[in-house]
């Protein structure tokens, strides 16, 4: 209990041999601070970072690599039960070859100053950011997220999942995948006035889908297409789902 992991050096799990469970657990008030110096290569988990828990925090000042040298069998980043992370500004995380890269859900949330890497290597095979329960994450205006490679590039499913941009949001500009962005079941993504959003390579389905009540909010910038091909259509509406 209230636990504390800092880390200003070089920290590896997994790299030789697999680890049976997660690479960092944080539960009950137990914080982890990755200082600029520091960095985190966790491969051979279950779960390379998992939080949970009312005041659970990690936050990222340097870099982290998920699933760089061996497969992560499910999340790169799990954050439940009112956890909470922070990439803050000038830290990089990138994360390739595991089941879903980010997983925010049960009131947890996300905030991203700075870069993420979902992809770039080597393949999601499920969703590069999952959104459900009420999972919210916010990529503030100097931040950049860049998703490649996987099945479903962002997915939001069940009421209170808000996923809010006001940076910048690539799709497919390294790679294909299957699916866009798809907004299920009441979620909501608001594009501020700041915030652009690029997606290319969709190799399956369609660039947006708003779907069961969802609902998609844009004051900033859309570009559907525009280096590479969408094979379906660039923005899906269906069953009550609204874009405005």
Do not use: W
Request: proline share 1%.
């Amino acid at each position: 209990q209230n636990g504390h992991l800092i880390n200003e050096g070089d920290l590896r799990m997994g790299s030789n041999s697999p680890v049976n469970r997660y690479g960092i657990s944080l539960t009950t008030l137990g914080d982890l601070m990755n200082h600029p110096s520091g960095t985190i290569s966790i491969d051979q988990v279950q779960s390379a970072l998992y939080a949970f828990g009312t005041g659970v925090l990690a936050k990222n000042e340097g870099e982290i690599r998920i699933g760089s040298i061996a497969t992560v069998s499910a999340n790169g980043i799990l954050l439940s039960g009112l956890a909470e992370m922070i990439n803050d500004s000038s830290a990089e995380v990138f994360i390739d070859q595991c089941l879903h890269a980010v997983s925010i859900d049960n009131q947890a949330k996300l905030t991203n100053n700075a870069g993420i890497h979902i992809g770039s290597l080597l393949p999601i095979t499920g969703n590069g950011i999952s959104l459900a329960s009420g999972g919210d994450m916010v990529n503030l205006d100097s931040a950049n997220v860049e998703i490649n490679r996987t099945n479903q590039a962002i997915f939001a499913t069940a009421f209170g999942s808000t996923l809010a941009n006001e940076g910048i949001f690539r799709i497919g500009n390294i790679a294909s995948s299957n699916n866009g962005i798809s907004l299920a079941s009441s979620a909501s993504l608001n594009n501020q006035l700041t915030g652009m959003i690029e997606i290319d390579a969709i190799s399956i389905n369609h660039g947006i889908q708003v779907s069961l009540s969802a609902t998609f909010n844009n004051a900033g910038l859309i570009r559907i297409g525009t280096s590479t091909a969408i094979n379906k259509f660039g923005i899906s509406l269906a069953t009550s789902g609204d874009f405005n």
